[in-house]
């Protein structure tokens, strides 16, 4: 609701009209992250259908490999799958696309070659690396940073453990 500019109107009925009107309107897709979460839940996952039929807005849903397999259980949602697409780990060149993208300060590839080569490809740990990085850079007021400069420091314990996690 609130990336509709809108709070919570209360009912559920209510906040679906509400949701219909401003995709529709506003020709917008309908994004949906982590929707392993509502996976179980047939309300849910019925009330993201009628808000793709009654808007005809995209719906994209991210999730797991686990996802996939519940959804084909389910033929009403399952038939209206236009494309299953499958993330693999980012290469290089999406790594530096990705750091030219967000960061703030300019990565060099030496040191983007070292937190893409820990990160495993997980945009994740990317984006805890860069952030990592971007700030050592803020606080030390340079604006462009090599593998030199950064001397091993690490891309942080808590990204590691992301890294991990993404890797199993």
Not at 3 to 30: K, T
Request: with cysteine; proline share 3%; hydrophobic share 45%.
């Amino acid at each position: 609701m609130t990336e509709l500019g809108a709070e919570p109107l209360g009912r559920l009925g209510h906040m679906v009209d509400f949701i219909v009107r401003e995709l529709a309107a506003q020709q917008r897709p309908l994004i949906v992250d982590e929707v392993d979460y509502v996976a179980e839940n047939s309300r849910l996952l019925d009330t993201l259908r009628d808000l793709h039929d009654m808007s005809a807005a995209p719906l994209i849903l991210l999730g797991t490999e686990d996802f996939k397999r519940r959804v084909m259980h389910r033929p009403q949602l399952a038939g209206r799958v236009h494309q299953w697409l499958e993330f693999q780990p980012a290469d290089f060149a999406d790594a530096r696309l990705f750091a030219d993208g967000i960061c703030k300060v300019i990565v060099e590839n030496d040191l983007l070659a070292e937190l893409h080569r820990w990160s495993g490809g997980s945009l994740r740990a990317l984006t805890l690396g860069l952030a990592r990085v971007e700030e050592w850079g803020r606080r030390r007021g340079i604006n462009r940073i090599s593998a030199a400069q950064w001397n091993g420091n690490g891309f942080s314990d808590a990204a590691g453990e992301v890294r991990k996690a993404a890797a199993a």
